[in-house]
């Protein structure tokens, strides 16, 4: 116990990154091993290629999306407080009443809000705050392969954007997108390596501990 303490001390802001994050010590640590472990030239960063050698991401057929929220703003390096704030957002939900929680401290990374947030970036490539149908098809173009038909994915990316756009302009925004997610208690649920387009609608597909595939 001592040990993993005296480990943990090593790592810069432990304590502010565990109260951030929510991550165990222990988590935290595993964590930690593992970006220096990606950080083969021991650079005290990651960059893409870092990123791109885990074999989950590899897979995925949103990996690059995935790898894209590492390095916001045109970045081209995260360091480790950054690593482990977006793989806090697929840790399970808070569950603590918001009502209990000091109002001077931010909302949890794994927060329904700030799941769905993530979320909404992984379709809004441009960034302008809504979602196209040239967005959404260019996710279910990524998530089914050749699989289905382009005509069945036009149509599905149209019923999507259709029934979740309340307003007419168009596009989904992150207010629109929020209501649809509501219908699908488990996307709120969970955040997963697997992708975002659920089998009924706009949503997140379901699977616990993706921060676990970097430990």
Known sequence: ?????????????????????GFSQASLLRLYHRFRALDRNKKGYLS???LQQIGALAVNPLGDRIIDSFFPDGNLRV???GFVRVLAHFR???????????????????SRMNKLRFAFQLYDLDRDGKISRHEMLQVLRLMVGVQVTEEQLESIADRTVQEA??????????????????????????LGCA?????????????EGFHLCFQ
């Open 1 to 21: 116990m001592g040990s993993r303490g005296s480990h943990a001390a090593r790592i810069p802001d432990a304590d502010s990154i565990r109260r951030e994050t």
């Open 48 to 50: 893409r290629m870092d």
């Open 79 to 81: 360091d480790f407080p």
């Open 92 to 110: 399970p939900v808070d569950d603590d009443d918001s009502s209990m929680r000091d109002p001077k401290e931010p909302e949890p990374l794994n």
């Open 165 to 190: 756009d309340e307003d007419g302009d168009g596009a989904v925004s992150f207010l629109e997108f929020t209501k649809e997610m509501l219908w699908c208690p488990a996307c709120i649920f969970s």
């Open 195 to 207: 992708g975002v387009v659920c089998s009924q609608h706009m949503g997140v597909n379901c699977t």
